[in-house]
């Protein structure tokens, strides 16, 4: 992407959560997260600039997600929409980091649970991998947000995380496993007693090799009165009390771009 790209990017997501700077104040975003390592403005976590991608607009997506719960009905960020109304975080350094710990430059298979507007899965897509990103909310497709008018039931779909759902082969209905899972500021969303399912669901579309990696804030989350965060505890409770009961392997995050910065905390997960 270059940097005229992302300035119109940038500019695009911004004002969609009620922004009204111009180009040039985008441009100087651009080079302060440059000289940061990224940076995090209005709640938007900024990376820097990256290459260029190798495909300028991607293939078709190969997988569909099955369930019978396609919106989170029950979730205060469904019904108060917060995060699904204004988020569109991405960072192409981290997907170039993701490249390099599997070797391959395409046709990496990722999914993003809680993808909000889509950005990080289409700028997957736009690499060459096959990615889809799945969101708890309809907000962002009936009010054709971000991404949505342009990838809904193709890359971006509509799934309540917290129930079983199946993602497979469009073609033939086989089970999909995934290289990478990722979930960024999500976790800390999901009941506690709903987190058996969400991380059922999870591992079950993982391999040997597969890894998940994510951000988990340990703050409440208040706003107008609905609580957002409905799982919150310190990070040693995450990590030596509640990730082992699903996974084999807790690791510190090894990457130096993250999707998301803030109150929260980066982890690297094996089953």
Not at 51 to 59: E, G, I, K, Y
Not at 95 to 119: P, V, W
Request: a negative charge; aromatic letters at 10%.
């Amino acid at each position: 992407m270059t940097k005229e790209e992302a300035i119109v990017l940038l500019v695009g997501t911004l004002r969609s959560g009620g922004w009204d700077g111009e180009e040039k104040e985008a441009s100087l975003l651009l080079e302060v997260a440059a000289e940061n390592g990224g940076i995090n403005y209005r709640g938007l976590h900024i990376g820097s600039v990256a290459a260029p991608p190798p495909s300028l607009s991607p293939s078709p997506t190969t997988m569909k997600v099955i369930t019978d719960h396609p919106v989170a009905l029950n979730s205060p960020d469904h019904i108060f929409p917060w995060g699904t109304k204004r988020d569109n975080t991405t960072d192409v350094g981290f997907i170039e980091e993701i490249e390099d710990y599997f070797g391959r430059r395409n046709k990496i298979k990722a999914l993003d649970i809680g993808c909000s507007g889509g950005q990080l899965t289409i700028d997957f897509c736009m690499r060459g991998h096959d990615a889809i990103g799945i969101e708890g909310s309809d907000y962002s497709a009936k009010n054709f947000r971000a991404n949505w008018p342009s990838y809904y039931n193709n890359k971006l779909f509509t799934c309540d995380a917290t129930k079983p759902y199946r993602v497979v082969c469009a073609e033939n209905s086989e089970k999909t496993y995934f290289d990478l899972i990722t979930a960024w500021e999500v976790i800390e969303h999901i009941k506690e007693e709903d987190l058996d399912c969400f991380f059922g669901n999870i591992t079950t579309h993982m391999k040997e090799d597969s890894i998940f990696c994510g951000s988990i804030s340990v703050i409440e989350d208040v706003i107008e009165g609905h609580t957002l965060h409905q799982t919150v505890q310190p990070e040693e409770v995450w990590r030596s009390e509640i990730l082992p009961k699903y996974f084999s392997t807790v690791e510190e995050f090894p990457f130096k771009n993250k999707v998301r910065g803030g109150d929260n905390f980066h982890v690297l997960l094996k089953i």
